[in-house]
């Protein structure tokens, strides 16, 4: 499908009524009535345009509590009907999308495992068919694969779906350094650049993991004026069923929001380029460390190794190898020989540290 028409078609008319960035809010799961009503009387309208609850709920461990299902849908048509906010719950299958549609729902989010899928996008696109009123946000794969990211798009679009958006809640990774869900602003810059029109909306929640860094991440991705953000909250997130541990509170949330707009700088370009650079930076960096650290890890492994089979840790032949290659690697990738032979000098001085101390 050719990405202009997607771009130029996307109706972007049902984010630009509001102020940038808008705010998507609510608590990660709906638990009962009284809950929802109670978060959502407490968020703040002027902030906070579209209410959020999970009814289905993908855990990655069975035996977990799986989402309350259909009776929290008539909870957020209550919530809609007594507050005026919009509502939003996640649909993965086609039975969803009819139960949420039954209950008028305003807008459907595809969650980042059912993005993964290119048949559960396809069958939830085909539930959609002709559906023009409804918004429907499509979370980002959890691997960073654009293609299959924009190909989840195309797949609603042809069935006629206008109202769309994108959902960054960043990407899993093999070991957790600092976030939940690594972001890749750089894989956001790029996705922006191919189609600049689909409304883009930061999840800080689902990217940090805890409460702490949600402010951080939410200065990013107003600092790339994202369209939107989508930030978890409960009236109590201490005894929330999923997800407690980066769930806030309504009057937590207006703080953030408040530090957020305060912040704004889009007025000096020289300042903001800079910026955008070294975030980006800054990401690849945090990349480096968590590397650094598996390699070394892995050098103390081998140095208990070697000490058991009583082998000498200084291994010459294996060293040079290594140099080589890396330099050969390095070179192909525009990197130069004096930065590579001290960068692994000194990761080889430090492993063999690592490992005289054994
Ligand atoms: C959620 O928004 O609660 C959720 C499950 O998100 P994700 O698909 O990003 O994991
Ligand atoms: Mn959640």
Redesign the pocket.
């Known amino acids: 499908m050719e990405k202009d028409i997607l771009n130029n078609s996307v109706d972007r008319s049902w984010i630009e009524k509001w102020k940038k960035p808008i705010t998507i809010s609510g608590p990660?799961s709906a638990e009962n009535e009284q809950q929802l009503l109670e978060t959502a009387r407490r968020l703040d309208h002027t902030y906070v345009q579209i209410f959020r609850a999970?009814i289905w709920?993908?855990r990655t461990k069975p035996n977990n509590f799986e989402g309350i299902g259909k009776e929290g849908l008539r909870w957020l048509k209550k919530v809609k009907k007594h507050t005026g906010f919009l509502v939003a719950t996640?649909i993965a299958n086609a039975e969803h999308v009819k139960l949420a549609l039954s209950f008028d729902i305003d807008v459907l989010w595809i969650?980042?495992?059912s993005t993964a899928s290119p048949f559960t996008v396809q069958e939830i696109a085909d539930s959609l068919e002709g559906v023009e009123d409804k918004i429907i946000l499509v979370?980002n794969p959890i691997h960073p694969d654009i293609e299959l990211w924009i190909g989840a798009l195309e797949r609603l679009f042809i069935k006629g779906v206008r109202k769309l958006g994108i959902i960054h809640?960043g990407f899993s990774p093999y070991k957790k350094l600092k976030y939940r869900n690594q972001p890749n602003w750089n894989l956001l810059l790029e996705f922006h650049k191919i189609l600049p029109r689909i409304p883009r909306i930061c999840?800080p929640s689902?990217i940090c993991g805890n409460k702490e860094g949600i402010l951080d991440i939410a200065k990013i991705a107003y600092h790339f004026q994202y369209d939107g953000l989508m930030i978890e909250s409960h009236c109590d997130p201490e005894n929330a069923w999923s997800?407690a541990q980066q769930q806030i509170t309504p009057e937590q949330l207006l703080d953030i929001l408040k530090k957020l707009t305060v912040s704004k700088n889009y007025t000096n370009k020289t300042k903001n380029d800079l910026n955008s650079l070294r975030i980006l930076i800054d990401e690849i960096d945090e990349n480096i460390i968590a590397l650094l650290s598996e390699r070394m890890k892995i050098s103390k492994q081998l140095g208990i190794l070697k000490k058991s089979y009583d082998i000498s840790i200084l291994q010459p032949d294996r060293w040079k190898k290594i140099m080589n290659k890396s330099i050969l690697l390095g070179k192909k990738l525009g990197l130069s020989e004096k930065l590579l032979e001290g960068f692994f000098k000194l990761l080889h001085q430090e492993s063999i540290n690592i490992q005289n101390k054994i």
């Open positions: 990660c999970g709920k993908p996640e969650g980042a495992r979370k809640r999840d689902h997800d």
